[in-house]
């Protein structure tokens, strides 16, 4: 009896940042209903007409307002199906912190001890997500895209939460919240910079790859 071969699974998962937001530009720390700002909706144009290129099958959007918005526009240029997603939304910060003035001095010390203490395992100040939880999520969410059908997605998700995954396929197992925390500080993603793993399961094992960071040449 002939023995097939395995199917080598590739994949191409496109990670793009909504467009300015209202939060983005605004005084006040980003509460979940915040929508594009006029310049995010042309930026959400801008990156449509170039996404309609690449060979997307489906998008996913994080479930917060202003990537939905941008995700919309997307699929209105491509013509692809879009679904919603909690598991792309931003991390969450404490609730202390959301809608809050960001020169707030209480609010800024409510960060700075979040900072300090990120690395210490199990530190939470209040209801915020940290280390532990972002690490998860991030390994649920990649998890999801590898077990899919599809083969090119376009995700729309969010800053911090964007540099975790890609801390995570970069590290995997091994990421730690020093890591984590260099990736939040010393990379930058632009408003629809468009950000490109690859995944493949050929043997010996699978693995992420990080292709291209932070594209976005569209905006000139």
């Known amino acids: 009896m002939a023995i097939r071969a395995k199917k080598t699974i590739m994949k191409k998962i ?5 467009g300015e937001s209202e939060g983005n530009k605004g005084p006040v720390h980003q509460v979940p209903t915040c929508l594009l700002t006029e310049k995010g ?4 144009a801008f990156i449509a007409n170039r996404c309609a290129k690449f060979p997307i099958e489906v998008v996913i959007s994080s479930a917060l307002n202003r990537a939905k918005e941008t995700a919309k526009i ?15 939304i931003e991390r969450k910060g404490p609730t202390e912190q959301i809608g809050k003035l960001r020169n707030d001095p209480k609010v800024l010390a409510i960060g700075k001890t979040i900072k300090e203490n990120f690395s210490i395992k199990g530190f939470r100040f209040s209801d915020e997500e940290n280390f532990d ?15 899919r ?13 964007m540099k975790t995954i890609t801390a995570y396929a970069v590290f995997g197992e091994k990421l730690t919240a020093y890591e984590c925390e260099q990736f939040f ?9 468009i950000t490109i793993l690859e995944f493949n399961d050929k ?16 905006l000139g």
């Open 74 to 88: 997307i699929v209105d240029k491509i013509g692809k199906p879009l679904e919603i997603s909690d598991l792309f």
């Open 149 to 161: 059908q599809e083969e090119n997605i376009l995700v729309v998700t969010h800053d911090f939460f």
């Open 41 to 44: 909706r042309e930026q959400a």
């Open 203 to 218: 043997e010996p094992e699978p693995l992420w790859q990080l292709w291209i960071w932070n594209d976005h040449s569209h």
């Open 14 to 18: 496109y990670f793009i940042r909504h």
């Open 185 to 193: 500080r010393g990379l930058r993603i632009e408003n629809t910079g």
């Open 133 to 147: 939880d972002l690490k998860n999520r991030a390994i649920r969410a990649l998890a999801f895209l590898r077990d």
